[in-house]
């Protein structure tokens, strides 16, 4: 697939937050969250004009590019020239995660296996890995209301989100968000590693749960863990990896 490249026609901040977001694209499809075309990871461009960018619908996550990325408005209408359509509907979440949050920059929704799987358990994710008491401090819940395809939705959506960084959508998948790519993607390497330890230990007999007394203390132990760089420790390392994948991402 051969797009034109769109660095010389855009602002270098806004090449850069394309460059991030497709990156995140062909990481979330390396290793193996990607739901064929369906999902989406959505940046807001800085400014005051509350546009968007996200993928063009009907590309697989591994196909795309820093300019086959689409910018869009807060309803999703095409605000740049593309032969691919985008998805409206699928927006819906990312909009009103963007609308209700002036601090965040990046959302980033999956449906794997392992996250549609907790979702669906009543206990939700539980305290039984070191990735989890990461994960629990900053965790919320959304109840499924069916396909969220109902702006009436959106609401009970923000409000059950509030101030968290995860959120698991019953019967549905995750949900991260940060704000920045790179947050907003090692949340989520976080939280599907969580649950995926947990549908593994769940097959192999009685849990240990891990000490209350224990999460009390993770916000200071996060920071200590990632020498105060936040996901900025291992996003430089992701970006290497990619590129010796295949770094035409970057075009």
Do not use: W
């Given at each position: 697939m051969n797009v034109p490249s769109l660095k010389d026609q855009v602002s270098p901040e806004e090449w850069r937050a394309r460059v991030?977001?497709?990156?995140?694209?062909?990481?979330?499809a390396l290793y193996g969250w990607s739901d064929l075309v369906f999902?989406?990871?959505?940046?807001?461009?800085?400014?005051?004009?509350?546009?968007?960018?996200?993928?063009?619908?009907?590309?697989?996550?591994?196909?795309?590019?820093?300019?086959s990325l689409i910018k869009v408005d807060q309803q999703c209408h095409?605000?740049?020239?593309?032969?691919f359509p985008v998805n409206p509907a699928g927006f819906t979440?990312?909009?009103?995660?963007?609308?209700?949050?002036?601090?965040?920059g990046c959302v980033l929704h999956t449906h794997s296996r392992a996250g549609v799987a907790v979702s669906a358990q009543k206990c939700g994710l539980l305290p039984i890995s070191q990735q989890s008491?990461?994960?629990?401090?900053?965790?919320?819940?959304?109840?499924?209301?069916?396909?969220?395809?109902?702006?009436?939705?959106?609401?009970?959506?923000?409000?059950?989100?509030?101030?968290?960084?995860?959120?698991?959508?019953?019967?549905?998948?995750l949900a991260t968000i940060g704000a920045t790519v790179s947050d907003a993607f090692l949340a989520m390497y976080?939280?599907?590693?969580?649950?995926?330890?947990?549908?593994?230990?769940?097959?192999?007999?009685e849990l240990i749960f891990i000490d209350a007394k224990i999460m009390e203390t993770m916000p200071a132990v996060i920071a200590m863990v990632t020498k105060g760089q936040g996901a900025g420790i291992a996003w430089p390392a992701l970006l290497r990896k990619l590129d010796r994948v295949d770094p035409s991402y970057r075009s």
């Open positions: 991030d977001l497709a990156a995140a694209y062909r990481l979330v999902t989406h990871i959505s940046v807001r461009i800085r400014g005051p004009e509350h546009h968007f960018l996200i993928n063009p619908y009907g590309l697989m996550f591994d196909e795309i590019t820093a300019s095409k605000l740049s020239d593309s032969p979440i990312h909009s009103c995660i963007h609308a209700g949050r002036a601090d965040v008491t990461f994960v629990l401090p900053q965790l919320a819940y959304h109840d499924y209301e069916g396909v969220a395809l109902r702006a009436e939705e959106q609401p009970r959506l923000q409000a059950d989100l509030g101030d968290k960084t995860f959120l698991i959508l019953r019967n549905h998948g976080t939280l599907e590693s969580a649950c995926a330890i947990q549908i593994s230990a769940q097959a192999g007999g």
